[in-house]
């Protein structure tokens, strides 16, 4: 039985996904590196060291900057990340989310965050949303990344569930084979193709209803 729901949020309840996109966009240019839509969806769920590492990967820049210099340009994307996240409100909650966050919190299921954003805590502020997630995983505590399933691990653990108790909602497809490899039932919300590992897709943040789910459990 499916006790509790164990949420991404950058993609999933916000759509910070496009300002994490804006603002690594902004540091591939500086460094000289093309940016495309393809690397745009590869850095989705994937921690911000692991990010700017993949970026320099692309054009084969990643021996050109010393580790501080690595740093800085980390820093100086979470600066640009930051003064987007500070223009939001409650607003920007993707379509339906609220409603089904209201509803399954009302029916009893459990919640908890897995995002590997160490914005989070902030973002879900400035949504209005943090009282839906007083359970979270700290993502500075975790030894290994999306894909690696010990973010959606930990997330049913902080529920005192067991992972087969829970639904992972994600719209990586790093996040998605951590969900998978965590051995809960994936949701995978955004292009079929990319998600295709996920138990249930879903095209928009609109189709996450529990009766979608059942109907798509039966
Ligand atoms: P930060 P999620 C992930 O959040 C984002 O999808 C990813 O693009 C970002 O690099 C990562 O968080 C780290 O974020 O730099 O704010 O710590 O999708 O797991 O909620
Ligand atoms: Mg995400």
Known sequence: DIKGFVFDLDGVI?????????????????????????????????????????ILKKDHKENDFSEAEKEALATEKNDNYLKLVNQMTPANILPGIQDFLATVKAKGYLLSL??????????????GLS???PKAVDPATLTHGKPDPEIFRRGAEILDLQPGECIGVEDAAAGVQSINAAGETS???GDPQILSAAAINFTDTTQLTLANIQQRLA
Not at 22 to 51: F, N, P
Not at 114 to 127: G, I, R
Request: avoid cysteine.
């Open 114 to 127: 897995a995002s590997a954003s160490k914005n989070s805590p902030l973002v879900l502020k400035k949504l």
């Open 14 to 54: 916000t759509d910070t996904s496009v300002f994490h996109s804006q603002a690594w966009h902004q540091v591939a240019d500086k460094v000289g590196v093309t940016w495309d839509d393809e690397l745009a969806d590869a850095l989705k769920g994937i921690s911000r060291m692991d990010s700017l590492n993949l």
């Open 187 to 189: 949701i995978g919300i």
């Open 131 to 133: 009282d839906y997630f």
